[in-house]
């Protein structure tokens, strides 16, 4: 793989997180509830999620969701379902009302909410496993940048690892964004503010999922 390739997918992955889909969103959903660090967590399931999709794209298991209706609309009415309860249960959680077993605690000296890593990991990694364009996006996307005359895993290696690298600093930054108007939010609405805004970002990254439409290559075969 040239370098020349290589810039040039960087270039397109870098234009494709940075518009705000999902994963973003939760990430941003994540950081005004519990801070930045915390969400470090998120960031890692997505891209665990994202490098799942590779391998499954690359031994071919993506040309289910490229060519199959049924089973696109199934993976991507499944994340939307957990997007939307998932926000719901945000939107109307009572901030004020603390519990130690809960898992939804108030740190005192910061105002963010306690939760357990694994919570944001698997949060995180079901939103992204959740979006079934992704493992049909890195099926059509891969094969583009990829030489056919010089070792495959390499390349595919190359090209999974800047993905990865470019879409957990984009969620980042994202999130850290979002955590520094926290406080600007709970001085403009009190603590339930944090929560109606962290449920209303996550009702409207499902919106987006469900929005998404299936492949070319399957609306050119339903009829």
Not at 22 to 33: D, E, K, N, T, Y
Not at 61 to 72: I, N, P, R, W, Y
Not at 163 to 188: E, Q
């Amino acid at each position: 793989m040239s370098f020349e390739i290589w810039l040039s997918f960087s270039f397109l992955v870098f234009l494709l997180v940075l518009t705000p889909g999902p994963s973003v969103l939760i990430g941003m959903s994540h950081a005004l509830r519990y801070g930045a660090r915390p969400t470090l967590m998120t960031a890692l399931g997505d891209v665990t999620a994202n490098m799942i999709q590779m391998v499954i794209a690359a031994v071919g298991l993506g040309a289910l969701l490229a060519t199959s209706a049924e089973a696109f609309a199934v993976v991507k009415w499944c994340g939307v379902a957990f997007l939307l309860v998932i926000g719901l249960m945000s939107f109307f959680r009572k901030s004020k009302v603390i519990k130690d077993k809960t898992g939804i605690e108030t740190k005192k000296s910061t105002g963010y909410e306690v939760a357990s890593r694994r919570k944001l990991f698997r949060e995180g990694f079901l939103v992204a496993a959740g979006n079934p364009k992704a493992i049909a996006f890195f099926g059509a996307l891969f094969p583009q940048f990829v030489d056919p005359t010089a070792p495959l895993a390499p390349q595919l290696l190359i090209l999974g690892a800047t993905f990865v690298v470019l879409d957990y600093t984009f969620v980042m930054i994202y999130a850290m964004g979002a955590a520094r108007i926290m406080p600007w939010l709970v001085r403009r609405g009190g603590d339930n503010m944090i929560a109606r805004v962290s449920g209303g970002v996550l009702i409207i990254a499902a919106g987006l999922l469900s929005l998404i439409e299936m492949p070319e290559s399957v609306a050119g075969t339903r009829y």
